[in-house]
């Protein structure tokens, strides 16, 4: 059959197939199966002189470097237009991760291949299950690629900055069906971190999982689980999640877990979000850390200040040069930093100092917790504690030791684990607002007097103070230089307002009251 005979979801189901061929997620074997499972998925019957095996053949041979999202933006246009699906966002991602589903391997397969590398190097077993992620499309690269990503240079270090695009809108529908949903009723998978999600068709107000693959793991003796985050907001973004959906829970076996995982896995750093809103991250429902392969801005900073705990002179400790209140520990016996790391939790649980608005409790509700990070340093295993408060008063709402409202127009949600490590991830509507600002800057305009930027109206004036050349009077002068130029000062400027958001989650200052607030903390640990 001559390939201008074929039709598109013919084509496009060849072409999807090859790919899969081509990235090793499928053998020749599983050629007609496979065509034949799209053509299920996309409710579509093809015509009796179609030949799934030769199509697939002429596909792979007419392209050594298949474009993903064309073939899936191609089936997904036809299944509109026949009326398979609606053109919501929602329905396309539900559509799509079902034909991929089709082409990944089973998850036993999956887990065979991680451990049998495993024996080789964990760095091949992760590097196993990060490409099927990537080559799968759970990871959709295409939509990462988007990212804004920049670096910022601050006195802490390089601080990395990204505003995040690749997570695709909340779809109407989809908020209509989550309103929809009855109250009371449990939903199935209880949250997005489930181990039932594996394999899940999703809906609309929940993502499909056909593609996500799980690798189980026992940590302290419980059996957790490895996947990588379909956002990858860094370099093998992983999530450790437990089997069980139980609460974030900051304790002794938390660190155990971490400093487990960093023993198995050496080239990854893993961490937790603090147990306590505000501080914690945007789920606190199901416990889970998260890591990868990436080297952070903190754990770059070195020590501001040694320090030595009575008993445990055999571990390394010191106050981390970092925005934030940081006690980092090193020791070849992560034994050893486990008890220590157990102290000093408690001691922090139960702390307080008015002084610097520290508090342990408002009546019976705790505030002190901890965000935990662990890594390998060569021979030694390291842990960087975190102190954490969420206290909130009349005059900050939102938590003392949270961004303030100043600093609201840039970064106003929790800043939870990534962000504390030196990762800001920054939310989409950044990206529009500053290209008006940079507009409004350009033509003398007044931020204040246009809506969508208003609120940015007064760092925009300290931008254009410290620049200027881009003051309204200057503007007119300006050559072309100087207008690019624009584009890179905005991205620094916001960098240095993350520098800033940091320091103020800091529950002792980097003051010289601050420091003494910390010495009298750490002083009365042990």
């Not at 409710?43 to 474009?67: K, T």
């Not at 690798?215 to 999640?241: D, F, K, M």
Request: glycine residues 6%; hydrophobic residues 40%; proline residues 6%.
């Amino acid at each position: 059959m001559a390939d201008s005979h074929i039709g598109a979801v013919e084509r496009g189901a060849s072409e999807l197939v090859a790919y899969a061929l081509r990235r090793g997620l499928i053998a020749e074997d599983d050629i007609t199966f496979a065509v034949n499972q799209l053509f299920d998925a996309l409710h579509y019957e093809p015509d009796g002189l179609f030949v799934p095996v030769e199509e697939v053949r002429r596909a792979v041979r007419a392209s050594e470097h298949p474009d993903l999202e064309k073939i899936l933006a191609g089936l997904l246009d036809d299944a509109v237009a026949r009326g398979v699906i609606d053109g919501g966002i929602a329905s396309r991602d539900l559509l799509d991760t079902r034909l991929m589903g089709v082409l990944t391997p089973r998850p036993s397969h999956v887990v065979r291949g991680f451990w049998r590398r495993y024996e080789e190097s964990p760095e091949k077993a992760t590097d196993y299950l990060y490409r099927i992620a990537r080559d799968s499309d759970y990871i959709r690269t295409y939509r990462i690629a988007r990212d804004r990503k920049w670096v910022t240079p601050t006195r802490y270090g390089n601080l990395d900055i990204t505003i995040n695009l690749s997570k695709p809108e909340k779809d109407p529908k989809a908020i209509a069906a989550a309103l929809e949903r009855k109250e009371g009723a449990e939903p199935y998978p209880r949250c997005q971190l489930c181990y039932q999600n594996i394999g899940y068709a999703g809906r609309l107000d929940h993502p499909a999982r056909q593609t996500i693959r799980l690798i189980p793991l026992t940590l302290a003796g419980e059996r957790w689980y490895l996947q990588y985050s379909p956002y990858v907001y860094y370099n093998e973004h992983c999530i450790v999640l437990s089997e069980q959906h139980v609460p974030m829970k900051i304790n002794r076996t938390t660190f155990e877990r971490l400093l487990q995982f960093v023993e198995m896995f050496p080239h990854y750093t893993v961490g937790s979000n603090a147990d306590l809103p505000i501080v914690g991250g945007s789920i606190l429902t199901h416990e889970h850390y998260q890591g990868g392969r990436y080297t952070f801005a903190m754990a770059r900073a070195g020590l501001r200040q040694e320090l030595a705990f009575s008993g445990f002179e055999d571990v390394k400790a010191g106050i981390v040069d970092w925005p934030m209140s940081v006690i980092r520990l090193d020791a070849a016996d992560p034994e050893r930093l486990i008890e220590l790391a157990d102290i000093i939790l408690r001691a922090w649980r139960a702390y307080s100092d008015s002084s610097v608005d520290v508090l342990a409790y408002t009546g019976d509700t705790p505030h002190n917790t901890i965000t935990p990070i662990a890594r390998r340093r060569d021979s030694l295993f390291e842990l960087d504690l975190v102190l954490r408060n969420n206290r909130t008063t009349d005059e900050f709402p939102l938590g003392i030791f949270h961004p303030h409202q100043e600093l609201h127009h840039i970064k106003k949600e929790n800043i939870g684990l990534i962000e504390v490590m030196g990762l800001a991830v920054l939310p989409a509507r950044l990206l529009g607002e500053m290209n008006e600002l940079k507009r409004a800057i350009l033509a003398g305009e007044d931020p204040a007097q246009i809506p969508a930027i208003a609120a940015h109206a007064p760092w925009a004036a300290e931008v254009i103070e410290r620049h200027p050349a881009y003051a309204p009077q200057a503007v007119a002068s300006l050559d072309e230089e100087g207008v690019r130029a624009l584009d890179g000062i905005i991205e620094q400027e916001i960098g240095a307002v993350f520098a800033r958001v940091l320091e103020q989650c800091a529950v002792f200052a980097d003051t010289e009251d601050g420091s003494r607030a910390f010495m009298r903390f750490v002083q009365g640990v042990c």
